[in-house]
């Protein structure tokens, strides 16, 4: 992911002077493999393994070498609904960040990491040798730059694994790359599905002299040669921009959102310097593609609002406006029938917070308050319902203003 040159080598030359490539095989079958460390983002905030920026940083941070146009941003980073959610948002003001040089940053989006820090942060998960995967669900547009990768966990860099790399304006072609610690990269494409209509397992086995990529438990691409034999530890990130993915058009459609399942790192034969594992019982795998989600904005009529609310007009909230009010109990009841929801809204740094009721109990407090403006946010309830009606009621604590931008229903 941060390497500035990319060469899709001749398999001629890389069969002679690095490796061979071998005949495609199917993943290993999950239930022959010993789970070693995994996150299935089941709660409703992000594991203290991981943290949201680079080594160097734990605030904001970026790739200037490669000229990625967003900063990275814990407020980017949400989990809730069984889901990692890394979105990118386009700013308008920006932010003026120093790394290299100092620049004025458009974009901001989310990035985890389970390697730590040099502020105080110990890593999270590292391995050497084992079998990785996510399952992730892709955005679409020019300049949005998705990415699944590992880096050693001594920062030295290379060598570097990436994993799956998708540009939005292609999203039918997956990039799958070795960076060794000297000579060419080594890199296949996988061409021919559109990988942002549903979600997807990317995978990868690294072994002492063999990485085999998979797609969906297909082998996709392999290395026979050379490999790491040094600690790594695991990456997901969403660029935007860079000298790759090229900048963003008027098309690229803002928040853009990179859904994450899951993450697991199983053993293999090869896996050293780890705890002895415990076999674990996986738990079924989710499948959203199951259901619907409906999308219900704030002006629909099944909302019931208290007196206090407005309208506010803006072209990057839902249908074009949201509701706000800065009364102290104004409340706003939407009833559905449905198994989950999600509630939509903006966020500001003067924004208050609105408790949230399901079916006459308290089930959370919505606090909209961050450091900069940002539209079209998720607040997702983390449980699944008994099917059937239920009632959201929200209640504006305090008199700093609220917003609501709608809800969506999961049925």
Known sequence: MLKLTRFISLVSVLALLLGTFITAQAAPAAQTRTLLWGDEFNGSSLSSAWVTCH??????????????????????????????????????????????????????????????????????????YGYAEARIKIPTGRG????????????????????????????????MT????????????????????????????????LIIWYLDGVEKYRYAGVTPNTPMYPILNLAIGGNWAGAPDANTVFPATMLVDYVRVYANDYSVGLPTPTPTQL????????????????????????TGWKDVSSKKALGGSYKQTSLRNATAIFTFTGVGFEILYTSASNFGSL??????????????????????????????????????????????????DGVNIIQ
């Open 55 to 128: 080594w160097w940083s734990n605030l904001y941070c970026t790739s200037q070498p490669n000229n990625e146009l967003q900063l990275y941003a814990p407020e980017s980073v949400l989990v809730g609904g069984g889901y990692l959610n890394l979105h990118a948002d386009k700013l308008t003001t920006p932010i003026n960040y120093c790394d290299r040089d100092c620049r004025d940053y458009y974009y901001t989006s989310g990035l985890v990491q389970s390697g730590g820090n040099d502020r105080g942060a110990a890593p999270g998960f590292t391995f050497t």
């Open 144 to 175: 949005t730059f998705p990415a699944f990768w590992l880096w050693p966990a001594n920062r030295q860099d290379p060598p570097e694994i990436d994993i799956m790399e998708v540009l939005g304006q292609e999203p039918y072609k997956m990039y």
């Open 178 to 209: 070795y960076h060794p610690p000297a000579g060419a990269d080594l890199q296949g494409i996988s061409d021919g599905v559109d990988l942002s209509q549903d979600f997807h397992v990317f995978a990868v086995d690294w072994q002492p002299n």
């Open 283 to 306: 738990p079924p795998t989710s499948t959203p593609a199951s259901l619907v989600k409906v999308t219900y904005d704030q002006a629909n009529p099944a909302f019931v609002y208290s």
């Open 355 to 404: 408790d949230v009721y399901l079916d006459g109990a308290k089930v959370g407090t919505l606090s909209e308050k961050t450091s900069l403006t940002r539209y079209q946010q998720v607040w997702s309830y983390p449980s699944r319902l008994a099917a059937g009606r239920h009632e959201i009621k929200l209640i504006a604590v305090g008199t700093a203003s609220v917003t609501l």
